[in-house]
Nanobody, 124 residues
Framework: QVQLAESGGGLVQAGGNLRLSCAASGRMSSTFAMGWFRQAPEKEREFVAAITWSGSATYYADSVKGRFTISRDNGKNRAYLQLSSLKPEDTAVYYC?????????????????WGQGTQVTVSS
């Protein structure tokens, strides 16, 4: 079993930056991918970003490409999401996710492990 816990959310003005962190505990294999999804009020959950175990491959939703950066530090059992140039439409609860994956990084149901979520609110 793996437990995930997010931190770093908050309130920020449009154009601002935030850094989300995800602490992972438990046994993880070398195929353990991590990622982020988000869900805004009255909207469906959507993929944001994912990263492979080695960090050699990263994936982004088109809506955040060029603004958000995902990274991980396996020595610290952490993943990060740097949010830059934030827009009001980025307001959502952001969830850290993980699972042993070799593909389908964009699909929520592929991830067995989810954090509790952290709120990001961007004011205009």
């Amino acid at each position: 079993q793996v437990q995930l816990a997010e931190s770093g959310g908050g309130l920020v003005q449009a154009g601002g930056n935030l850094r989300l962190s995800c602490a992972a505990s438990g046994r993880m294999s070398s195929t353990f991918a991590m990622g982020w999804f988000r869900q805004a009020p009255e909207k469906e959950r959507e993929f944001v970003a994912a990263i492979t175990w080695s960090g050699s491959a990263t994936y982004y939703a088109d809506s955040v490409k060029g603004r958000f950066t995902i990274s991980r530090d396996n020595g610290k059992n952490r993943a990060y999401l740097q949010l830059s140039s934030l827009k009001p439409e980025d307001t959502a609860v952001y969830y850290c996710v993980g699972n042993n994956l070799r593909g389908n990084y964009f699909i929520a149901t592929e991830y067995s492990y989810w954090g509790q979520g952290t709120q990001v609110t961007v004011s205009s």
